[in-house]
């Protein structure tokens, strides 16, 4: 039997949503210290969808808000170059969940109050929304049971010829 995989250690932190109204959403992010005391920032933004942050729907702005939440809680930066299959600005670790993570928390999102989700529910969801393992090398995602590291990073037998 395999052991489930282990969750990185993670700060408790809570992802605070503000609406303006007028289109203007704004998140941050409320990280806990060891000596109780918290420290909030804006919510990093990976213009993977959208240029906004958005939720209440299921959409570009939703789909944004979804990968830079999970991006952040998981200490996890978009691939700045091509590998493998891989476009600008994918973070293969998440690709397959990402969207899901969407339709549970982002779209059912109320428009008008503000709202938090914390990091122990995302923890939770986790657990049964497993990452994609990826090669340790390129971070393409594959699988492992063939072998490291994975095909892309493979030494090429044609180079030098
Ligand atoms: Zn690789």
Redesign the pocket.
């Known amino acids: 039997m395999s052991e489930p995989r282990a969750m990185p250690q993670v700060q408790k932190k809570t992802y605070m949503g503000f609406s303006d109204g007028v289109g203007h959403d704004r998140i941050a992010v409320r990280t806990e210290n060891p000596d109780g005391t918290f420290v909030t920032q804006p919510l990093t933004h990976y213009a993977k969808h959208s240029s906004e942050f958005s939720w209440s729907y299921a959409g570009s702005g939703p789909a944004c808000t979804a990968f830079c939440i999970l991006a952040d809680f998981l200490q996890l930066v978009p691939l700045t170059k091509r590998?493998?299959m891989y476009g600008k600005g994918e973070i293969p670790e998440i690709a397959c969940i990402y969207q899901d993570f969407k339709f549970d928390f982002i779209a059912p999102l109320p428009m008008g109050p503000n709202w938090e989700i914390t990091s122990a529910q995302i923890a939770k969801w986790l657990l049964v929304h497993p990452l994609q393992t990826v090669?340790p090398?390129?971070?393409?995602d594959?699988d492992p049971t063939l072998g490291e590291?994975?095909w892309?990073?493979l030494p090429d037998p044609n180079e030098g010829e």
């Open positions: 590998a493998g090669c090398n390129c971070r393409a594959f590291p994975c892309w990073c």
